[in-house]
């Protein structure tokens, strides 16, 4: 297995903000400093929802949503770049011209497509499928590695019908991993599914928990670019990646009215700390 860095390296996250600490820029922020770095988050759209729906959201202004990034990029030693939810295509373009003046540093993409339907009635932004096809296109040959759910594996490979099928669909648009979570479920297990060019398909069974927690792909995808931007070699950034992310839903906690929120900081959990005496 590659080494874990002593130092903190800087991670780069674009996603929306989630008052409710689910997932978006705080499940990222969270996952960073619990993994021992520094993460800069830059707000793609800002978000009225609670544990149980969205109400609202507002898109970043392109203007704005450039500076950020350059900003960070151009006075810190960004060592790995995650990329959450965008609402509108403009976005997704602006950052692809970005990511082509970095292409070496690593790069992962949660493909979140849509947050709530109720959004389209504000008109802030663009629809799942035009939003899909600028990941496709513009995101995706960029990407070290895609992490999308069943769901979002379907939306990208419309023309897929198994889901082998659209991890190997996926990474025909020049990605260099796929990893599918939820790929199968059973009562007792849940398997994510990875995908690499020329090599056979690897499945990775995690114990099912009864617990449904929002933020677990959110997660995923930011410890994976944490491990990266730690200096591991991607085989082993995936798996630390999925390790982390269970254990985290393992230990959620439900705090609000719905859904749990992973605990990403779960080792320094006081209940679970060892008497000293």
């Not at 705080?26 to 978000?47: F, K, N, R, Y």
């Not at 991993?177 to 069974?205: E, K, M, S």
């Amino acid at each position: 297995m590659s080494e874990f860095s002593n130092r903190a390296p800087v991670v780069l996250s674009l996603s929306s903000h989630d008052p409710s600490g689910s997932t978006g820029i705080q499940a990222d922020i969270e996952t960073a400093i619990s993994l021992g770095a520094h993460c800069c988050p830059v707000v793609t759209a800002l978000c009225a929802r609670d544990t149980q729906q969205m109400i609202d959201l507002h898109p970043t202004p392109i203007d704005l949503l450039i500076e950020q990034t350059r900003a960070i990029l151009e006075d810190m030693p960004v060592a790995a770049i995650k990329l959450g939810y965008f609402c509108q295509v403009e976005q997704i373009e602006a950052i692809h011209s970005i990511l082509r003046d970095y292409s070496r540093i690593p790069v992962v993409l949660d493909p979140v497509a849509s947050l709530s339907i109720a959004n389209t009635a504000a008109g802030h932004f663009d629809g799942a499928d035009r939003i899909i096809g600028a990941m496709k296109s513009l995101l995706l040959p960029l990407a070290d590695v895609v992490t999308p759910d069943i769901v979002e594996a379907h939306q990208l490979a419309q023309l897929a019908d198994t889901v082998d099928a659209c991890g190997q669909e996926i990474l025909t648009q020049g990605c260099g991993a796929v990893l599918i979570t939820g790929a199968r479920r059973t009562i007792n297990d849940y398997q994510n599914r990875l995908y690499l060019p020329h090599r056979p398909v690897r499945t990775f069974c995690w114990p099912r928990l009864s617990l449904f927690s929002h933020g677990s792909g959110a997660t995923l995808s930011a410890s994976i670019c944490t491990y990266l931007a730690h200096g591991l070699l991607l085989s082993d950034a995936l798996e630390q990646g999925q390790q982390f992310t269970w254990q985290c839903l393992k230990a959620s906690r439900r705090l609000g009215m719905g859904h749990s929120i992973p605990n990403r900081l779960y080792w320094a959990d006081r209940n679970n700390l060892k008497p000293t005496h």
